[in-house]
């Protein structure tokens, strides 16, 4: 038995080392005899599947699926909102990102999202335990469930110091993750995941150094530390399968915030094997909290803290996450 929606699929043929693209053949036709009413598109270039996305969901698409890895998806998910105007849901005062109106306006508010996990890490699919291959997904898509989460939004300085926001549905971080997304998006990721995101993870380590920062949780908690990491996270992996917010719910109304202090070198290289396996979380120098609303600034301004959003590094702190619940229909 199954739900017929109308399916427009987008696919990065370059994710996942170009498999999506060598193995589309297969993935089409499986496709096809399962979902009667189908279209897709490939992207062609950073930000292209939002555009897709909008555009089918304007025409009259009820699902809109993306293949490929987190960074497509990512994409996909902000394409089911109207752009944000970044001045109006956010402002840049006194060194901080402030949040004004953050709500979000859905193109279509009963359309669903579908995910063929195909990239590098992989992350957002562990959340939802999608860890079949592709005939196993497209069971999924054609099935009768779906499950309504949250999703964040991220108001943030990009590298030319310009206001921007956008959305996200896993994981979005500050601090050594911004480095080794930078090192992993411009590198050879035929190696797999996990693989891709540890030389990534080694060659940020060579040249970080922890940067002092301060966080408002909720306007009601302030933290000022030398961080190593700072992860909001609305799903609970990433860095290719690190298990970094266990417990985080993609459907609570909150984030679970994650704060790697001042580690030093020796105590990177002791606690990286645990952040696998959740035991990260018993390091002194880790918290963990829960706030629908995080605001972090470097405290010298000459530093720069890079971000991660969902694989992608699109700029640097100050910013504010704020979670929206329930935003999106996910197939599950």
């Known amino acids: 038995m199954s739900v017929n929606y109308r399916t427009f699929v987008i696919a990065n043929p370059t994710a996942g080392a170009g498999s999506v693209g060598?193995?589309?053949?297969?993935?089409?036709?499986?496709l096809r005899a399962n979902l009667p009413e189908l279209d897709f598109a490939f992207t062609e270039g950073p930000g292209h599947a939002t555009?897709?996305?909008?555009?089918?969901?304007r025409n009259g698409w009820e699902m809109i699926v993306s293949v490929g890895g987190d960074g497509t998806l990512n994409e996909v998910v902000n394409g089911f909102f109207e752009l944000p105007e970044a001045a109006e849901h956010f402002e840049h005062r006194q060194g901080w990102i402030q949040c004004r109106d953050a709500k979000p306006q859905p193109i279509n508010p009963d359309a669903v999202l579908g995910l063929m996990p195909m990239g590098t890490g992989g992350d957002f699919r562990r959340?939802?335990?999608f860890m079949g291959g592709i005939a196993e997904t497209v069971e999924h898509l054609r099935g009768l469930h779906t499950r309504t989460v949250d999703v964040g939004q991220l108001g943030y300085l990009d590298h030319r110091n310009q206001l921007c926001a956008r959305y996200y549905i896993n994981i979005a971080s500050a601090g050594m993750s911004g480095l080794i997304d930078r090192y992993v998006n411009n590198s050879w990721k035929g190696w797999g995941g996990t693989t891709s995101f540890i030389l990534g993870t080694l060659r940020a380590f060579v040249s970080w150094k922890n940067q002092d920062v301060e966080i408002r949780l909720d306007d009601t908690t302030e933290i000022r530390d030398e961080i190593t990491n700072l992860v909001c996270a609305n799903g609970q992996y990433f860095g290719g399968g690190m298990w970094i917010a266990p417990g985080a719910e993609l459907?609570?109304?909150a984030l679970q915030v994650v704060i790697i202090?001042?580690?030093?070198?020796?105590?990177?290289?002791k606690i990286l094997p645990r952040f696998y396996g959740g035991r990260h979380l018993e390091a002194r120098k880790?918290?963990?909290h829960r706030a629908k609303q995080v605001s972090a600034r470097a405290t010298d301004k000459k530093d720069i803290v890079l971000l991660d959003v969902d694989g992608e590094q699109p700029g640097k702190l100050?910013?504010?996450?704020?979670?929206?619940p329930g935003a999106i229909r996910i197939k599950i």
């Not at 060598?22 to 499986?30: F, K, S, T």
């Not at 100050?318 to 929206?324: E, I, K, L, Y």
Request: hydrophobic share 45%; no cysteine; glycine share 8%.
């Open 22 to 30: 060598d193995d589309w053949q297969l993935i089409e036709r499986l």
């Open 51 to 57: 555009l897709l996305a909008r555009e089918a969901l």
């Open 127 to 129: 959340s939802l335990g």
């Open 251 to 253: 459907d609570d109304g």
């Open 261 to 269: 202090g001042n580690l030093s070198k020796p105590e990177m290289v």
């Open 286 to 288: 880790v918290s963990r």
């Open 318 to 324: 100050p910013a504010t996450w704020v979670v929206h």
